[in-house]
């Protein structure tokens, strides 16, 4: 048994993060808001932090896009949705939002700065889809759907420039899809960003996928299970799984290729509500509660959280 092996975080509300160097100078060693209110009713999933100190949510519900200073922990709807779910979504570069569509087999890209709709990809033609995830590389983005054993890739031009239809992949290899049920689910780069990986959240296994070719194979994790696996982020050699329904952030050391990973730690906090993904800015991860086992209203009420990195 490893080092860290089965240890469990309880990480305290500090009311504050720190962020580190390289982002936002000026704001350096600012006490930032450790967990912030959003919109009665907004059924939050997704989250996407850049380089600026700026989240963005998604609603899995009508699809608007919320954008919260971090600074402040204020925020607004500055991106109206399009009646249908907005999941996962990760910003780039150049300040466009690409956003995961859920049950409506489809994909976006949004003006991160106006909220304008710059693309739209219809990637799944039939009701059995659920686009969950994207993760934006040098020269693509990929989306995950959790009723299908595919990825859906959006070439990005020299410049970023976006295409006019997506390309499906299929992912052959060592993933096995379970009809009926979510599969595929999280996505993130390697660390030697040669190949992406996928949990796979009703069996607790991790792949890595050729994104050349579409071939997966299970990731040496050392027996460890990922149960409920959800969202991922990859920050140099470590990659962080949410545990959506346990309430739990798992850290693992990777090697560069993403062949074999070992549990460092695990992270709880009392705030956390069935947190579905994760984003870091300095030295902190935010994750949004997702409030899976509460019954939704128009008045239900839903937060984020910041944690310090475990």
């Known amino acids: 048994m490893s080092r860290g092996f089965g240890v469990v975080i309880a990480v305290g ?5 720190l962020v580190g160097a390289g982002e936002a100078g000026a704001d350096r060693g600012r006490v930032f808001p450790s967990e912030f209110a959003l919109p009665n009713g907004f059924l939050p999933e997704g989250i996407a932090i850049g380089d600026e100190p700026t989240a963005y949510f998604g609603s899995r519900g009508d699809g608007s896009i919320y954008r919260v200073d971090l600074r402040t922990g204020k925020g607004r709807v500055f991106s109206e949705g399009p009646g249908t779910p907005s999941v996962g979504l990760k910003v780039d570069d150049r300040e466009r939002l690409f956003v995961a569509g859920g049950g409506a087999g489809n994909g976006r890209v949004v003006d991160a700065r106006g909220g304008a709709v710059l693309k739209s990809y219809q990637f799944s033609p039939d009701a059995e889809t659920f686009i969950n995830d ?20 959006v070439s990005l031009g020299r410049r970023g420039e976006l295409p006019d239809a997506a390309t499906t992949v299929p992912l052959t290899g060592e993933f096995v899809l379970t009809p009926g ?7 993130a780069e390697t660390p030697d960003g040669r190949a992406l990986l996928i949990v796979q959240s009703n ?12 071939a997966t194979e299970e990731v040496d994790l050392g027996g460890q299970v990922l149960t409920n696996g959800d969202g991922l982020l990859v920050k140099g050699r470590y990659l962080y799984v949410v545990q959506n329904r346990l309430n739990t952030v798992a850290k693992f050391s990777l090697n560069r290729t ?15 509500d069935v947190p579905t993904t994760v984003a870091s800015f300095g030295r902190s991860l935010y994750l949004p509660n997702a409030r899976f086992s509460t019954t939704p209203t128009p008045d239900t009420t839903y937060n984020a959280v910041a944690i310090p990195e475990p």
């Open 258 to 272: 993403g062949t074999r990973g070992e549990l460092v730690t695990t992270a709880t906090d009392p705030r956390f």
């Open 181 to 187: 049920v979510n599969n595929a689910n999280g996505i």
């Open 13 to 17: 509300v500090l009311g504050l993060s």
């Open 203 to 214: 069996t607790g296994k991790l792949f890595r996928v050729d994104p050349a070719s579409g």
């Open 134 to 153: 994207v993760v934006v590389t040098d020269r693509a983005a990929w989306f995950t759907d959790s009723r299908k054993s595919v990825l859906y890739k």
